[in-house]
T-cell receptor, first 113, second 110 residues
Framework: DAGITQSPRHKVTETGTPVTLRCHQT?????MYWYRQDPGHGLRLIHY???????DKGEVSDGYSVSRSKTEDFLLTLESATSSQTSVYFC????????????FGPGTRLTVL | QQPVQSPQAVILREGEDAVINCSSS?????VHWYRQKHGEAPVFLMI?????EQKGHEKISASFNEKKQQSSLYLTASQLSYSGTYFC???????????FGTGTRLQVTL
């Protein structure tokens, strides 16, 4: 299995509070991704990174920010959590070549009350 | 825009075959297929590249029609372990990122 972990695995928070999710990899892969998964929507890309300090928006980036200061860590921050951000969040990594698969972390279940 | 998958759900008896389709409105460079079991992370199955190259699972096959921007995943002689939700992810070649479909839920019964 690819060395990818997410923390925390579960979190319950209140509307308006800041939340940071962490993705950590030991594979030295260049690309890292944050997705959210909601019933009926599949996996939707929030942000991705193609190198240290190099990030770009995905299709559902509003309300989220990311940072990557080291190859192995990719942080997702909800500056002021809303109930619509209740979801399961998956981090994924990839070598970045066109024929490279993405490896997914175990996921973080976030509930915003 | 997310690719469209069909069917949305299918129930099979063990040993039966199934086909899952993925269709995009955009020109594609590659199509990825993943399977997710309940409560778990998605797991890679296959990549189909423009030009015909394939990479992935030994017991699952797939096709990629570049002209129609369509891909199909073929599950033959299904096993109970094939149960799960199948996602296609499409790459338009403009960046190393995928757009996933909404998934096809497959249930294999005895």
């Amino acid at each position: 299995d690819a060395g990818i972990t997410q923390s925390p695995r579960h979190k319950v928070t209140e509307t308006g509070t800041p939340v940071t999710l962490r993705c950590h990899q030991t594979e030295n892969h260049r690309y890292m991704y944050w997705y959210r998964q909601d019933p009926g929507h599949g996996l939707r890309l929030i942000h991705y990174s193609y190198g240290v300090k190099d990030t770009d928006k995905g299709e559902v980036s509003d309300g989220y920010s990311v940072s990557r200061s080291k190859t192995e860590d990719f942080l997702l921050t909800l500056e002021s959590a809303t109930s619509s951000q209740t979801s399961v969040y998956f981090c994924a990594i990839s070598g970045g070549q066109r024929n490279n698969e993405q490896f997914f972390g175990p996921g973080t279940r976030l509930t915003v009350l | 825009q997310q690719p469209v998958q069909s069917p949305q759900a299918v129930i099979l008896r063990e040993g039966e075959d199934a086909v899952i389709n993925c269709s995009s409105s955009k020109a594609l460079y590659s199509v990825h297929w993943y399977r997710q079991k309940h409560g778990e992370a998605p797991v890679f199955l296959m990549i189909l590249l423009k030009g015909g190259e394939q990479k992935g699972h030994e017991k699952i096959s797939a096709s990629f029609n570049e002209k129609k921007q369509q891909s199909s995943l073929y599950l033959t002689a299904s096993q109970l372990s094939y149960s799960g939700t199948y996602f296609c992810g499409t790459d338009t070649g403009t960046a190393s990122k995928l757009t996933f479909g909404t998934g096809t839920r497959l249930q294999v019964t005895l």
